[in-house]
């Protein structure tokens, strides 16, 4: 079941994707040759508490840190560790956040030192397909319509997108229906209404889209071992079209 939000729920959902965004940007200003993934996951409880909220993956589904932390092919759900990152890595950052009794969700990609040119256009291509995205967010569109921009543009650049994995909705609880795909047919699916809080979050591989389990048994990476970035906004539909929760 969907459910639409009160002007006062999206305005503690504001709120909390502020202190979300906060806490990203200052996690990705440390990212850096050198510094570990568990060193990152513990800056960013740290600043998520300091403002007041709570890590929201933090015990969900037994994941037991604050930060997913997914370098290179694995996509979603990396498990932060002793691993250092080296120069040339990229790496998704991906967080949340529990505020006033509700989520925000987003994710970043961030290249590590000096990086390929193939990866810093993987980045571009999935951050412009996460843009082109949210401008199809207003009232009478459709989740299809979303699925379509990114997937175009994505796939014209020669790159793949996941199909195993999708957006979703978001408020009370942190995955909420309905589903947000990265690719489909203009038209289909649900259509948007305001008041609908959604997570869309193109999740895009250099190579083949297929998956499998990362080595830490609990992410997910791409089964040819190819780049994969991953960036994410929680976006409010409104009268007016789209409104980014997660930003400064």
Do not use: W
Request: glycine letters at 12%.
């Amino acid at each position: 079941m969907i459910s639409i939000k009160s002007e006062e729920e999206i305005k503690i959902m504001r709120e909390a994707g502020r202190i979300l965004a906060t806490a990203l940007r200052g996690i990705e200003k440390i990212v850096k040759p050198g510094i570990t993934t568990l060193e990152l996951d513990m800056a960013a409880e740290a600043l998520v508490l300091s403002q007041g909220a709570k890590p929201a993956f933090k015990g969900h589904e037994g994941f037991p840190y604050s930060l997913c932390a997914s370098i290179n092919e694995n996509i979603v759900h990396g498990y932060p560790s002793k691993y250092v990152l080296k120069d040339g890595d990229i790496i998704g950052l991906d967080l949340g956040v529990l505020y006033k009794g509700y989520y925000s969700d987003m994710a970043i990609t961030v290249p590590v030192g000096k990086v390929s040119f193939e990866a810093k256009r993987l980045i571009n291509v999935t951050k412009k397909s996460l843009r082109l995205g949210i401008k199809k967010v207003k009232p009478g569109n459709t989740i299809g319509d979303i699925g379509n921009t990114i997937q175009r543009l994505v796939e014209s650049q020669g790159f793949g997108v996941v199909r195993s994995l999708c957006g979703h909705g978001i408020g009370k609880e942190l995955h909420e229906d309905p589903k947000i795909p990265n690719f489909g047919k203009r038209r289909g699916g649900e259509t948007l209404k305001e008041g609908m809080v959604i997570c869309i979050e193109p999740m895009v591989t250099a190579g083949d889209y297929n998956l499998k389990k990362s080595v830490d048994g609990y992410g997910l990476a791409t089964k040819d071992n190819s780049l994969s970035a991953h960036f994410e906004h929680t976006i409010a539909v409104t009268k007016f079209g789209a409104r980014i929760l997660t930003e400064l």
